[in-house]
């Protein structure tokens, strides 16, 4: 009997694949048992250096040392944003992209910054000559999302990004949506700046993202958070080398682990068979859905989107759908505005929300079987 189902991998993976979970126990484990052999900074130096090499692998940066650790996605697009833009600049996003874009903008607006959104369609669309025909003279950011976390739909990057660069317009990708589930090769999306969680489809602990950044953003970013990084401590001034410039206080080495660690899971067992695997599951429970009665939002094919399903029943409140399926079947999805507002006017939600589906790697054919069944059963 299937029970427990869990289908919110857009807001985070709740299973952690085993080899991340053993390698974390023996970290926490050995740190107790120091010897004069190794200190506890050496083994978390090293940690912190075999994690940038593994990220700028796995995103085909340019170099280990312009990964920079942060918490999270949010902080490292606060971080970059603030670190580039200066009042009377001008800078352009979608209006599909999460609060965590659109509110560090909105608080730069404030302050003389000027924002420019791009329109989408009501299905997730964006037009690359609609994003071009809005460069200024000023414009010095384009940040846009790979992805939409309410309507699936994956923006064409490559296009945006390469007319940007042409005009010397600093690109900034937020691939909290995508990471885990499409290559992401930093240099071929013309991203400057490639801004990560690890806590959704990378499978790494709560606590740990980053971003990378090219040798020219570098240059032109300023450091937004600073303190101590353990070198040039005689200093007033934050070191100018990476990847201290942008990295201050002590580092969240057991994140730093597992985000190593569940990489090297996943190129284990290689993107292409994951992608695979979650297409399938994508395709199986769209043509479920599509004999329901509910508004489907997004581009509803798998190619243009990652595996997010969002929906609007015909009969009944998406958050009383929601809380059915859990109460009465243990089916765990989210409601609401998913922290993306703009991406709800957009697809003409903002009044409703919506309940939406994100699948993982772990969920199997039989899970989506029976949420299908619950779905008919509830919405009669």
Known sequence: MIQNVYLNYAATSIQKPQPVIDEVCRYLQSNNQLNDKRSYWNQDGELAFNGREVVNDFFHGEDSARVIFTSN??????MVLNGLLQPG???????????AVLRP??????????????????????????????????????????????????LPIKECFAKAQVQGIITVLDIAQTAGFLPIDMQELHADVLAFT????????SGIGGFLISERAA??????LTGGTGSLSQSKEQPNFLPDRFESGTLNSVGILSLTKSIEWL??????????????LYDYFLAGLQQLPLRILGTQTIVTSVPILSVVPEKMA???LGDRLFQEYQIVTRCGLHCAPDAHQTAGTFETGALR??????NTEAEIAYTLRALQEVLG
């Open 219 to 224: 240059k032109k970013m300023q450091p937004w």
């Open 318 to 320: 998406p958050n009383e």
């Open 198 to 205: 690890g806590h959704k489809s990378l499978y790494a602990l």
């Open 267 to 280: 190129q284990g067992i290689g993107l292409e068979t994951i992608q695979k695997k979650e297409q399938a």
């Open 89 to 99: 600049d001008h800078v352009i996003t979608s209006t599909v992209e999460h609060n």
């Open 105 to 154: 903008l909105y608080l730069l607006e404030k302050k003389g910054v000027s924002l420019q959104q791009v329109f989408c369609s009501p299905d997730g669309k964006l037009c690359p000559a609609d994003v071009e025909k809005v460069f200024q003279p000023n414009t010095k950011v384009l940040v846009l999302t790979h992805a939409s976390n309410v309507l699936g739909t994956i």
């Open 357 to 362: 589906f994100s699948l993982g790697y772990e």
């Open 73 to 78: 996605v949010t902080l490292s697009l606060n």
